[in-house]
């Protein structure tokens, strides 16, 4: 597969020296191959390259102009597949980036069947995450010291399945050295230090009277290790219910979700809830006319102080398949 994608990104400041501007542009091109290999009917191998190249170009207004490039190459490999009660994945991942750094991460996966309907599950993974050009060299918010982010994360958990009904908790610990984060006294991107993530996962999905219903909820405690306050924009609590139904030629559906409180530096974003709607009509096999409603009741909310998101809106389109 091969993917392109560029931002855009323009800021103007009127002062009494007359309008500035300064902008970036980035471009990320990437190219991937992956191959799954069927070792036997229980047993999946996987294996893949990425190469991704990565340009920004940057004009400050005053003159200076910037430009840079960064690539990475990425290669990966897994295992996934069952014996008996047992069931077991493994992934491991290798990337190396250009003037950065080099990483190798991976995910370990145990699922135990201790009856028919119930499973133990448990696993174990690291991550990495380098800054984006744009993070590291903006002229509104760059910060050229930015360290990659890593992270360490255990999970465990149960899980019940039925005929029409499938329900999952689990409790999960994350930890997080140089997490990357806007800071906004400085008004640029930073790293914190030491962070941490502790929670508890509920979710639940199934099917009543023809209808697909789902459900989940997360109580959790993101934290800054060295302060011992909450993450800036993270919420404690999140809920989120949907139901999707067909009937004959049509398909309804709706959305409710909630976010709890967040503090964001010494100002806090109020909790808030969201609804949306959607429905199609199957004109034919491969003609069918949608629509969707977004933020169905208007609400006013912030996920970053001082920053709107979008109120109600309506959406309708046809949509054509061979």
């Known amino acids: 597969s091969y993917a392109e994608s560029r931002d855009e990104n323009a800021n103007t400041s009127i002062t009494g020296f007359g309008p500035s501007q300064n902008r970036f542009e980035s471009k990320t091109r990437l190219l991937q191959w992956n191959h799954d290999v069927a ?20 004009d400050n207004g005053f003159g200076t102009v910037f430009g840079t490039k960064r690539n990475t190459g990425s290669v990966y490999a897994g295992v ?10 493994l992934n491991a991942r290798h990337d190396r980036i250009d003037e950065v750094d080099s990483a190798s991460t991976g995910y370990l996966g145990y699922g135990y069947n201790i009856s028919e309907r119930v499973k133990a599950i448990a696993s174990l993974s690291s991550a990495f995450s380098a800054p984006t050009l744009g993070y590291l060299y903006s002229p509104s918010f760059g910060n050229p010291a930015l360290k990659p982010e890593r992270a360490r994360s255990a999970e465990v958990g149960f899980q019940y399945a039925a005929q029409r009904m499938l329900v999952r908790a689990t409790v999960f610990s994350t930890r997080v050295k140089e997490q990357l984060q806007y800071d906004l006294v400085s008004n640029r991107f930073d790293n914190v230090a030491r962070a941490s993530n502790r929670g508890l996962e509920i979710s639940a999905s199934g099917n009543l009277l023809d209808t697909d219903l789902r459900a989940s909820l997360t109580l959790q405690d993101p934290r800054d290790d060295i302060t011992d306050q909450r993450l800036r924009r993270r919420a404690k609590t999140l809920v989120s219910l949907s139901a999707n139904r067909t009937f004959g030629p049509w398909q309804a559906g709706g959305d409710l979700s909630y976010t709890g409180s967040r503090p964001d530096a010494a100002n806090r974003l109020g909790s808030y809830w969201l609804a949306n709607l959607t429905a199609r009509y199957a004109i034919s096999k ?30 309708v389109g046809l949509s054509w398949q061979p």
């Open 39 to 58: 070792l036997s009917p229980d047993w999946t191998a996987t294996a893949g390259v990425e190469r991704q190249w990565q340009e920004l170009d940057s």
């Open 80 to 89: 996934q597949g069952k014996a008996g009660p047992h069931q077991v994945q």
């Open 286 to 315: 491969s003609l069918s006319v949608f629509g969707r409603v977004e933020n169905l009741f208007d609400r006013d909310y912030q996920t970053a102080y001082g920053y709107n998101q979008l109120p109600r809106g309506v959406f």
